[in-house]
């Protein structure tokens, strides 16, 4: 047995001991107190086990793991269906990997160590005006004395209303090119003059804050790097989980097909519609390719070469399949969900179809738009030229 198998069996065995029997019964229609306790405890539990921090370095639980065994623990909590740490997310890929690469000594030890008993941070990067052109964004800081005193508007920052720190970047420069006036700053979201107000969406869910800033104070001592060079910093963030989410994602996906397969199963005329199995059969034969691609995506980021064409092609074809998957369930699965009450998902997770099918369009948008990966894969797959776009 290979060291990879012995590990995959360890990471299965413990899996199959500790993944909360029932977590998505109990989690449909929760509260959001719910929600949380729940996040709080799997957190608890994966990172007492060292499985929530295989990414960070050797110091830390779990830490230093080669990128074959990240790998491997992404597909194992996929396959026993585990539950996502969608709370602690950004904490534990965005802001740790950031403040790894880029944070002081001071802001390591005070964050790191947080994290992993629970701090939360969320991303406050988009703006009304300024989403896949990052660069164009308003929120303004002037610096004075010791602190910088912060003044804008953010939005779309997930769970954002839930959060304790705010990855946030702002404009303390308007001169010369937009990229070159940016600064990184950590905010503590209980600074007085921070406004959190959740989003609701179609499907009933608060899964989104926007965030007002009024004359907020945020000491020197807060800020990533340099004063101005917040735009690399960045880049550090915006891809900071390397793959591994949609890895992840896509490996949920292949496991969901039984839920389909059941949710067919129970309604007497889909399951004898030609047209619907042949449609089901598309899909699941397009979720095959899907995986496929991923595992080159992976050999690719295990020798060291720049994934950034490729994880633009899979997050397209995932956001397309998905819809079309998360469709067919809704269609199987009828309506009734509708009454049964939701729960914060993401994706064909909760097991309510109809939420997973409203919920499926927001990975059209989320991590850069269907549009935006376009062009990606255009100039840097196709080695198409770069064309700016205009709205028409
Ligand atoms: C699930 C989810 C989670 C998110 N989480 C966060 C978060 O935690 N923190 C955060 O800061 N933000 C977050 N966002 C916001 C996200 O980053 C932005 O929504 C995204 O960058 C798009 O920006 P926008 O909404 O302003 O749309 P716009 O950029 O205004 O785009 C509008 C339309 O124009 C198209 N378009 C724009 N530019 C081009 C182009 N160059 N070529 C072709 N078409 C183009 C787009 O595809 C889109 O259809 C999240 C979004 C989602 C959906």
Redesign the pocket.
């Given at each position: 047995m290979t060291s990879d198998m012995s590990f995959r069996n360890h990471v299965r065995d413990w899996l199959h001991g500790h993944v909360p029997a029932g977590w998505r019964e109990s989690m449909t229609a929760a509260t959001t107190e719910a929600f949380i306790a729940q996040q709080r405890e799997w957190m608890k539990t994966l990172v007492g086990a060292g499985f929530a921090t295989s990414h960070w370095g050797r110091e830390w639980p779990g830490g230093g793991r080669p990128l074959a065994e990240q790998i491997i623990i992404a597909e194992e909590m996929a396959r026993a269906d585990a539950p996502r740490l969608l709370l602690y997310f950004?904490s534990l890929y965005?802001a740790a990997l950031t403040l790894m690469e880029w944070g002081t000594e001071e802001q390591k030890s005070r964050h790191l160590p947080a994290i992993l008993q629970g701090e939360i941070w969320?991303?406050?990067?988009?703006?009304?005006?300024?989403?896949?052109?990052?660069a164009s964004l308003r929120t303004r800081a002037e610096r004075h004395g010791d602190n910088y005193i912060v003044n804008g508007q953010?939005?779309?920052?997930?769970?954002?209303q839930y959060a304790d720190y705010c990855l946030l970047?702002v404009r303390t420069d308007s001169a010369g090119p937009k990229q070159a006036g940016i600064t990184y700053l950590l905010m503590d979201t209980r600074s007085e003059g921070v406004v959190r107000r959740p989003l609701k969406q179609m499907t009933g869910d608060e899964?989104?804050a926007e965030i007002f800033l009024q004359d907020v104070k945020i000491p020197v001592g807060n800020r990533l790097g340099e004063e101005n060079a917040g735009w690399r910093i960045a880049q550090t963030t915006l891809t900071s989980e390397r793959g591994l989410t949609i890895l992840e994602l896509c490996e949920r996906l292949y496991c969901a097909r039984w839920r389909l397969l059941a949710a067919m199963g129970e309604n007497d005329g889909i399951v004898q519609d030609d047209q619907f199995r042949r449609e089901a059969v598309d899909v699941f034969v397009r979720i095959d390719a899907l995986r496929a691609l991923v595992g080159e995506m992976m050999i690719k980021l295990m020798a060291g070469k720049d994934i950034a064409g490729a994880a633009s092609f899979v997050k397209l074809l995932y956001a397309r399949v998905l819809r079309k998957f998360a469709a067919l369930g809704e269609r199987a699965g009828g309506s009734a969900h509708l009454l049964s009450g939701f729960t914060l998902g993401?994706g064909y997770e909760t097991g309510n179809w109809a939420f997973d099918f409203m919920n499926s369009?927001?990975?059209?948008?989320?991590?850069?738009?269907?549009?935006?990966q376009?062009?990606i894969v255009a100039e840097r797959v196709l080695g198409m030229p770069r064309e700016?776009?205009q709205?028409t």
């Open positions: 950004i965005h969320c991303q406050g990067f988009s703006e009304p005006n300024a989403g896949s052109d990052l953010k939005i779309w920052s997930t769970l954002g970047l899964e989104f993401g369009y927001q990975w059209t948008i989320a991590g850069g738009s269907n549009e935006v376009r062009n700016k776009w709205p």
